[in-house]
């Protein structure tokens, strides 16, 4: 009785502070969404704090789509993240299936390289040196190239693929198969899981590219659409007088929050069940 007692309160204990997470983090996006959506004088006359908006206007979206700078830096955006996912997910896959057959020769010297750059980085400044010595200022792909490869990455798809049974790989050597067409035939079909996992950790950074692009984009027709964000977010605040008729600084931003954050937040949900299993999957071994 005394255990089923303390079993029980561990629960609750569990379950409120769960909901207080929770809370922490679904309250501000509840109020970013608010802002955005009602009228700037109602969002005064209640303090500035509004969860559930009572009265709707989506002139902060509108007034967001008019801008040309939106529209544009989107389409920079769904570029770099769907080009550059694809081509991580091809070097990280074709990078980390070799480490993971124990018969590689010097397969512990090519890990601890991989481990290194997980310690140490080539740093800003040199970094900045070789993109532009190789041409890649005021190119996209200039935000794609220099983190072709995550290093954590492959070694959450190293593991996984170490976890294939290893008899599904000597059955299909036996049959004349040879490492490319096992690989893409045989060992990436099975990976599914870790595979949506490094490909959203992936996507994820590609649309929250931010520091890279300022660094290297010169052309501001080429600015991914977190650099124009922020440039509404750093927008001086307007007077408030005649809040009923224009739209305030503060709706614009939060506007934007929403419109940057929401493809994300929309994919998300669709792909929880195979992130966390990729990521207990490919986690077990180290």
Known sequence: MVRNIGDRGFQIAVYVLLTLVGLAAV???LYVLA?????????????????FPKELTFNAYEKLMGNSAIPRSLL?????????????????????????????????????????????SGGIIPTYLIVKATGLIDSLWSLILPTAVSSFNVLIM????????????????IDGAREFRILFQ????LSLPVMITVGLFYAVGHWNSF???????????????QVVVREILML???????????VPTVTMQMAAVVFASAPILVVYPFLQKHFTKGMLLGSIKG
């Open 158 to 173: 190293k593991s996984f693929f170490e976890q294939l049974p290893e008899e599904l790989f000597e059955s299909a050597r």
């Open 186 to 189: 045989l060992a990436v079909p």
């Open 211 to 225: 520091f890279s692009a300022i660094m290297y984009m010169t052309d501001r027709s080429l600015y991914p659409l």
């Open 27 to 29: 309250v501000p996006l």
């Open 35 to 51: 802002v955005s959506l009602t009228p700037f004088a109602v969002v005064l006359k209640h303090g500035g704090y509004v969860l």
């Open 76 to 120: 920079v955006t769904i570029y770099i993240t769907v080009v550059g996912t694809l081509i991580n997910l091809m070097l990280t896959t074709l990078l980390a299936y070799p480490l993971s057959r124990k018969q590689l020769p010097g397969r512990n010297m090519f890990l601890m390289m991989v481990v290194l750059t997980l310690l140490f």
């Open 236 to 246: 001086s605040q307007q007077p408030l007088e005649n809040a009923e008729d224009q």
